[in-house]
């Protein structure tokens, strides 16, 4: 064959059944936004009463399946033994993320989409790309995916949204904040510490929404998913009644309580984009006390990557913890090392390449009214070293484990 990476796409797509022809699929891909985005979908979908899976880092499920994932878009073999799960397990829809790498290997050939999101693009995976337009080009192969029936939801306030416009093979639906002349568009933002709301306008009409999520990044993702799900015949009435409903995502922005006198937050959060968002995002909300923020650096990666999300930190929070991410196969120090390489100026941070003690020092140092972000790793319980995923508590139980220490019990 003249691409074996396809042909073997399409072969396990044929002996799974075509799974995918069965079930309305939705797609999203971009560089920040895409777990939320497609956990979103999930609750949604399965709070109208349609039963839904959900593929991408925070594992695969549905109802009654649940299968092992190791990446946020699974191999061939895997994603279409996952669907074929889902099929059997009578769902009706499909919400998943499609990484960049996926994508720009076609290595999703034979999955063809009745919805398609495009959130954002900015730096990352470079080492992987090398340039901002084929890293861009890659995801854009999403759009082309889509059916010709099918939609293509497109963040216009995102500077290569008119890439993914040309690439789109379905009807173009675009959403934004600061283009009004995208189809749907959020004014009236009140974005609270634990909540948010907005009136949304555009080709659906005018409706005021209410979320006890947070974050002006949840406003786009709030739109796209509305545009989606109404175009599968859902009233925007409807779809709102449960964005209303909605739970917090697994490691996005989930408070860890134990009745301490100060917040502290676990976020996945481990590109340079999402990391200035949620800071940003905090230094606005929070009206008193010290930000401070754990963040590491990942290993066999783009440098930028690293000394971006450093000079991002040290100009807006009020104190920075900058430790190890996943290594991979860089060494530790020379890795953390790194990242305030660009900001020899900045006094407001301190070095701490053991993961667990930089939460544990950060927790410790709060004051009352203080808030703690840990951000990058997430729910995720391993670091990856020299090839190897090497076992510890994730950040979640890191978190918790800090406060015990410190006298304060989960509740």
Do not use: W
């Not at 960049?100 to 290595?107: A, C, I």
């Not at 639906?173 to 555009?202: M, P």
């Not at 009435?237 to 676990?266: N, T």
């Amino acid at each position: 064959v003249s691409d074996a990476g396809n042909a073997y796409s399409e072969m396990c797509a044929s002996y799974f059944g075509n799974p995918c022809e069965k079930m309305q699929m939705i797609g999203v891909t971009g560089t920040d936004g895409k777990t939320t985005t497609s956990e979103m979908m999930y609750q949604i979908l399965n709070g109208l009463g349609h039963h839904t899976g959900y593929i991408g880092t925070n594992g695969i499920r549905s109802n009654h399946y649940s299968q092992e994932n190791d990446y946020t878009t699974p191999l061939q073999k895997d994603l279409f033994r996952a669907l074929n799960g889902f099929l059997e397990d009578k769902c009706e829809y499909v919400s998943m993320e499609a990484s960049g790498e996926r994508l720009g290997t076609g290595k999703m050939a034979g999955v063809s989409f009745d919805a398609t999101i495009f959130t954002n693009l900015t730096r990352d995976a470079l080492d992987i790309f090398k340039t901002m337009e084929n890293y861009g080009a890659a995801k854009a192969k999403l759009m082309e995916y889509t059916k010709p029936s099918g939609i293509c939801v497109i963040n216009k306030d995102d500077k290569y949204s008119p890439m993914f416009i040309e690439k789109a093979a379905g009807k173009v639906v675009t959403y934004g904040i600061e283009d009004s002349s995208a189809d749907v568009y959020a004014t009236d933002i009140d974005v609270r510490y634990s909540s948010l709301s907005f009136t949304l306008n555009g080709i659906y009409g005018t409706y005021p929404v209410k979320c006890n999520l947070s974050g002006i990044f949840n406003v786009y993702n709030i739109m796209a998913v509305t545009c989606v799900i109404h175009h599968f015949g859902f009233t925007v009435k409807e779809i709102i009644e449960e964005v209303e409903a909605l739970k917090p995502v697994e490691a996005r922005q989930m408070v860890i309580d134990c009745g301490q006198p100060f917040k502290v937050l676990v976020d996945y959060a481990h590109t340079a984009n999402a990391v200035k968002n949620l800071v940003e995002y905090l230094k606005a909300t929070l009206t008193d006390g010290y930000l401070r923020v754990v963040v590491g650096a990942g290993g066999s990666r783009d440098v930028h990557r690293r000394t971006d999300m450093a000079e991002y930190c040290t100009k807006r929070a009020d104190y920075n913890y900058f430790t190890i991410e996943d290594p991979r196969f860089e060494d530790t120090k020379m890795l953390v090392d790194t990242m305030v390489s660009t900001v020899p100026e900045a006094t407001n941070y301190e070095l701490i390449y053991d993961r667990d003690e930089a939460i544990f020092k950060a927790i410790s140092d709060c004051k009352p009214e203080d808030t703690v972000i840990i951000l990058g790793k997430g729910a995720e319980r391993y670091l990856s070293v020299m090839g190897k995923d090497v076992p510890r508590p994730n950040d979640i139980e890191s978190a918790y484990m800090a406060l015990e220490k410190l006298g304060y019990k989960k509740k």
